[in-house]
Protein backbone atom coordinates (compact mmCIF):
# COMPACT_ATOMS: atom_id res chain seq x y z
CA UNK A 1 0.00 0.00 0.00
CA UNK A 2 1.26 3.69 -0.67
CA UNK A 3 1.04 6.24 1.65
CA UNK A 4 0.76 9.66 0.73
CA UNK A 5 3.28 12.02 2.42
CA UNK A 6 2.74 15.07 0.73
CA UNK A 7 1.12 16.54 -2.63
CA UNK A 8 2.47 19.52 -4.61
CA UNK A 9 -0.04 21.14 -6.60
CA UNK A 10 0.91 23.91 -9.30
CA UNK A 11 -1.30 25.74 -11.99
CA UNK A 12 -0.33 26.84 -15.07
CA UNK A 13 -2.52 29.72 -16.29
CA UNK A 14 -2.60 32.02 -20.09
CA UNK A 15 -0.44 30.71 -22.41
CA UNK A 16 1.50 27.77 -21.63
CA UNK A 17 4.83 27.82 -22.09
CA UNK A 18 4.73 31.79 -22.11
CA UNK A 19 2.19 31.67 -19.51
CA UNK A 20 2.60 31.66 -15.58
CA UNK A 21 2.83 29.11 -12.91
CA UNK A 22 1.56 29.27 -9.35
CA UNK A 23 1.84 26.73 -7.02
CA UNK A 24 -1.27 26.49 -4.35
CA UNK A 25 0.41 27.44 -1.34
CA UNK A 26 1.52 31.11 -3.72
CA UNK A 27 5.23 29.90 -2.82
CA UNK A 28 5.80 29.48 -6.67
CA UNK A 29 4.47 32.38 -8.89
CA UNK A 30 6.25 32.67 -11.93
CA UNK A 31 5.94 34.00 -15.38
CA UNK A 32 7.71 31.14 -17.97
CA UNK A 33 9.40 33.09 -21.67
CA UNK A 34 9.82 30.27 -24.31
CA UNK A 35 13.78 30.54 -24.23
CA UNK A 36 15.10 32.00 -27.28
CA UNK A 37 16.55 28.96 -28.51
CA UNK A 38 13.19 27.56 -29.26
CA UNK A 39 12.13 30.91 -30.75
CA UNK A 40 10.75 32.61 -28.16
CA UNK A 41 11.36 35.57 -26.31
CA UNK A 42 13.51 34.14 -23.54
CA UNK A 43 14.36 37.38 -20.95
CA UNK A 44 14.04 37.06 -17.31
CA UNK A 45 11.25 34.31 -17.02
CA UNK A 46 11.72 31.01 -16.95
CA UNK A 47 10.37 27.87 -18.29
CA UNK A 48 9.24 24.22 -17.59
CA UNK A 49 12.90 22.98 -18.43
CA UNK A 50 14.45 24.90 -15.43
CA UNK A 51 11.75 24.10 -13.24
CA UNK A 52 11.94 20.51 -13.88
CA UNK A 53 15.86 21.12 -13.08
CA UNK A 54 15.61 22.70 -10.44
CA UNK A 55 13.48 19.76 -8.99
CA UNK A 56 15.23 16.75 -9.99
CA UNK A 57 18.67 18.62 -9.02
CA UNK A 58 17.38 19.01 -5.37
CA UNK A 59 15.87 15.50 -4.98
CA UNK A 60 18.48 13.40 -6.15
CA UNK A 61 20.59 15.58 -4.12
CA UNK A 62 18.74 14.78 -1.17
CA UNK A 63 18.96 10.72 -2.44
CA UNK A 64 22.83 11.14 -2.39
CA UNK A 65 22.97 12.53 0.88
CA UNK A 66 20.51 9.67 1.80
CA UNK A 67 22.82 6.94 0.43
CA UNK A 68 25.89 8.60 1.85
CA UNK A 69 24.90 8.62 5.10
CA UNK A 70 23.42 4.92 5.39
CA UNK A 71 26.91 4.49 4.00
CA UNK A 72 28.28 6.39 6.86
CA UNK A 73 30.46 8.45 4.21
CA UNK A 74 30.90 12.09 5.33
CA UNK A 75 29.76 14.25 2.42
CA UNK A 76 29.88 17.67 3.78
CA UNK A 77 30.35 19.69 0.44
CA UNK A 78 28.38 17.74 -2.52
CA UNK A 79 25.86 19.25 -5.44
CA UNK A 80 23.90 18.31 -7.91
CA UNK A 81 23.25 19.64 -11.61
CA UNK A 82 20.37 18.75 -13.40
CA UNK A 83 20.62 18.89 -17.46
CA UNK A 84 17.53 18.79 -19.00
CA UNK A 85 17.24 18.98 -22.32
CA UNK A 86 14.15 19.58 -24.85
CA UNK A 87 14.91 17.18 -27.76
CA UNK A 88 13.01 16.60 -30.99
CA UNK A 89 13.32 12.66 -32.01
CA UNK A 90 13.08 10.86 -35.62
CA UNK A 91 9.30 10.93 -35.64
CA UNK A 92 8.85 14.83 -34.72
CA UNK A 93 7.61 14.14 -31.05
CA UNK A 94 9.49 16.44 -28.04
CA UNK A 95 11.33 14.30 -25.92
CA UNK A 96 13.23 15.33 -22.36
CA UNK A 97 16.46 14.02 -21.71
CA UNK A 98 18.79 14.63 -18.22
CA UNK A 99 22.48 14.68 -17.23
CA UNK A 100 22.63 14.39 -13.65
CA UNK A 101 26.20 15.53 -12.47
CA UNK A 102 27.30 15.16 -8.52
CA UNK A 103 30.13 16.41 -7.98
CA UNK A 104 31.44 14.94 -4.21
CA UNK A 105 35.10 16.38 -3.50
CA UNK A 106 37.23 14.57 -1.40
CA UNK A 107 36.04 10.97 -2.14
CA UNK A 108 38.08 8.28 -4.40
CA UNK A 109 36.40 8.03 -7.97
CA UNK A 110 34.98 4.89 -7.27
CA UNK A 111 33.27 5.46 -4.54
CA UNK A 112 31.32 8.36 -5.72
CA UNK A 113 30.41 6.39 -8.91
CA UNK A 114 28.65 4.19 -6.28
CA UNK A 115 26.99 6.61 -4.62
CA UNK A 116 25.93 8.38 -7.44
CA UNK A 117 24.61 4.85 -9.06
CA UNK A 118 22.90 4.10 -5.91
CA UNK A 119 20.97 7.47 -5.54
CA UNK A 120 19.86 7.13 -8.64
CA UNK A 121 18.58 3.81 -7.20
CA UNK A 122 16.79 5.64 -4.53
CA UNK A 123 15.95 9.37 -5.80
CA UNK A 124 11.88 9.17 -6.47
CA UNK A 125 12.28 11.32 -9.92
CA UNK A 126 14.76 8.87 -11.08
CA UNK A 127 12.12 6.43 -10.25
CA UNK A 128 10.06 8.47 -12.61
CA UNK A 129 11.70 8.98 -15.33
CA UNK A 130 12.99 5.49 -15.64
CA UNK A 131 12.16 3.69 -18.83
CA UNK A 132 10.62 6.75 -19.79
CA UNK A 133 13.69 9.34 -20.68
CA UNK A 134 17.10 9.14 -21.23
CA UNK A 135 19.04 9.99 -17.82
CA UNK A 136 22.52 10.13 -17.73
CA UNK A 137 24.22 10.08 -14.13
CA UNK A 138 28.54 11.23 -13.60
CA UNK A 139 29.79 11.63 -10.47
CA UNK A 140 32.98 14.12 -9.78
CA UNK A 141 35.26 14.62 -7.43
Known amino acids: MVQ ?23 V ?17 HTNPEQLFAAGYSACFHSALRLVARQAKIDVP ?19 LSVT ?5 PGLEQGQADQLVAQAHQ ?3 YSHATRGNIEVTVIATV
Open 4 to 26: ALYTAEATSKGDGRNGEVVSSDG
Open 122 to 124: VCP
Open 100 to 104: LTAHL
Open 77 to 95: ETNVTAAVTLNKDDSGRFV
Open 28 to 44: IDEKLATPKEMGGPGGS
